[in-house]
């Protein structure tokens, strides 16, 4: 199994930043996709971006594809969403999730998820 665990979250005000961290543990295969999801109340769950650990691919959705930046540091195990120039539209509950997915922002395709941060704009 694989473990995660996001963190980083928090109050930002709008136009600011935010860094979240995802930090993988247990048996992490460098094939798996490492994708950012979040929801807001009364909302479906909506992929956001995603990255392969293997060759560092990444994927973001339009309405953040200026905005947030995927990294990863593999020997840390870590996936890290750089957020800029935040929006309230971005207020969520941010989860990380691993897998092998046949559409990188896909959730039926992650089968490993995080806990949750908490990302409020204002």
């Known amino acids: 199994d694989v473990q995660l665990v996001e963190s980083g979250g928090g109050s930002a005000q709008t136009g600011g930043s935010l860094r979240l961290s995802c930090v993988l543990s247990?048996?992490?295969?460098?094939?798996?996709?490492v994708a950012w999801f979040r929801q807001a109340p009364g909302k479906g769950r909506e992929g956001v971006a995603a990255i392969h650990l293997e060759d560092g691919t990444t994927y973001y959705i339009p309405s953040v594809k200026d905005r947030f930046t995927l990294s990863r540091v593999n020997r840390k195990n870590t996936v890290y969403l750089q957020m800029d120039n935040v929006q309230s539209e971005d207020t969520a509950m941010y989860y990380c999730a691993a897998g092998l997915p046949q559409n990188a922002v896909e959730p039926s395709g992650y089968t490993y998820w995080g806990q949750g941060t908490q990302v409020t704009v204002s």
């Open positions: 247990g048996y992490t295969s460098t094939r798996y996709w």
